[in-house]
């Protein structure tokens, strides 16, 4: 099982960027995906999760401005990010809770990072 997280970029304050986070391999269900975020010199940090059944939840810092969805048929989550500031610069990752085919436990797994960087 991979995820292969894509969409990162440089942004000028108060832009948009839309990130997506694709599952692939021998997949029989996903449950909870996450945005994390680790900037300069400060610890990974939940950013948003949504759940199976599409219920979402934020960190205070993001509320308002980013929005978390998910395209079961795809394994894909998204975060879309508008009206981004400098402070929301940071390598943002994500992770599922992926049940293997022929397994019978959830385990997580992570992206690789994608870089964004909100700068004039």
């Known amino acids: 099982v991979q995820l292969q997280a894509s969409g990162g970029g440089l942004v000028q304050p108060g832009g948009s960027l839309r990130l997506s986070c694709a599952a692939s391999g021998s997949i029989f269900s996903i449950g909870n995906m996450h945005w ?60 599922a809770d992926i049940r293997r085919i022929g397994y019978r436990s959830y385990n997580i797994y992570w992206g690789q990072g994608t870089q964004v960087t909100v700068s004039s």
């Open 36 to 95: 994390y975020r680790q900037g300069p010199g400060n610890q990974r940090d939940m950013v948003a999760f949504i759940t199976s059944g599409g219920s979402t939840n934020y960190a205070d810092s993001v509320k308002g401005r980013f929005t978390i969805s998910r395209d079961n048929a795809k394994n894909t989550v998204y975060l879309q990010m508008s009206s981004l500031k400098p402070e929301d610069t940071a390598v943002y990752y994500c992770n």
